[in-house]
């Protein structure tokens, strides 16, 4: 059963004050920065941090009395498996959630801070999912999907209807893809309201398994390389999913894992907003390729539940990627002032040492040398690049590691 334009608006009906209706912000920042009016959809302000919520409550709110008794069961590393263990905790019913032993911890302890009996098996979501359909014949719990179910994909589609009722004159929207939910109820309500609007997908290029099966017209398992937007990590859409976008979906993109960084860190630093990986990519598209040049255009921040190494990572190569964060390894003579004179260098080009490593013992440093590594704070190209040029007229022997 393909859910409907009926079941959305139902579903909107039924969200009563446990959902918000998560704000659509105006960018100056990102507008200059992609010729466009960009606004952005914060669906990472939504309870439990993603818009997985939505869905989550509405299906297990139509649940009847009778299927209620068993509980529920779901299968996620992250932001669907809390999206269902708080929806069961506000119906009070039981919750049982497969996630992968590599889990972030973050995310399994928040699982389990909404009510849920977390259970940790497999590798990765394809294990965990097995075991979860498992658990479901066994017990008689409902098996919550992540996307491929109508009534998850006609919740996630009222975040379009907030859209037009907020923007009624947008003209493009671009949103990420993994397994489609979120894009398939947004397509669906864009375009049953306003045919004339663009919905534009995003994936990741590690995993492009919409973009592949669209181009091929069926369904392809793709994708496996490495990506930091683990949330659109999906090897093989949904079929419902599937068929909605490939009839519905004006165009699928993708974008690479330096892309995301990008626009992650800009969130960050111009907006203070933490988006996920997966959730900035459609920022991380009109950024990159200025796509829509004087159009009105919304970008859906799906999530904000980012891994906190992994944000400190994201803060260092964002610094990096923007010439603001140099990492020097330089290569001096062992004598007493040698390092003065590399600070000298640093201190008239107005750089800022944040972070130094000496040494002289390893076996890679000659007897009689020393190697420091420095990592410097600048205030961007130019001034990175007039640094480097100070350090090659005075001859100083150093490779840049970033």
Known sequence: MNPTYDEILKANSLRGNEIKKTPLIHSPTFSDLTNSEIYLKAEFRQKTGSFKIRGAYYKIKSLSQEEKKFGVVAASAGNHAQGVALASSLEKISCTIVMPKNASPAKVAATRGYGANVILEGVNYDESYSKAKELSQQTGAMLIQAFDDPQIIAA????????????????????????????????????????????IGVQSKSFPSMYESVKE??????????????????????????????????????????????????????????????????????????????????????????????????????????????????????????????????TLANANIVEVVHDRLSSDVNAGSASVTLNLETQGKDQAESLIKSLEEKNVKFKLLT
Do not use: W
């Open 156 to 199: 996630q589609g009222v975040i379009g209807l907030e859209i037009l009722e907020d923007l009624p004159d947008v003209e493009e929207i671009y949103l990420p893809i993994g397994g489609g939910g979120l894009a398939a109820g947004i397509v669906l309500a864009i375009k049953e309201k306003n045919p004339n609007v663009k919905v």
């Open 217 to 346: 017209n069926t369904r392809k398992l793709c994708g496996g390389d490495r990506t930091i937007a683990d949330g659109i990590s999906v090897k093989m859409p949904g079929e419902i999913t599937f068929n909605i976008i490939k009839e519905l979906m004006d165009e699928i993109v993708l974008v690479d894992d330096d892309e995301i960084t990008k626009a992650m860190f800009l969130l960050m630093e111009r907006m203070k907003f933490v988006v996920e990986p997966a959730g900035a990519v459609g920022l991380a598209h009109l950024i990159s390729k200025k796509p829509s040049p004087g159009k009105k255009v919304v970008a859906v921040l799906a999530g904000g539940n980012v891994d906190m190494y992994l944000l400190g990572q994201i803060v260092d190569k964002g610094l990096a990627a923007m010439s603001r964060l140099l990492k020097l390894s330089v290569l001096l003579p062992d004598r007493p002032g040698a390092f003065k004179e590399i600070v000298d260098i640093i």
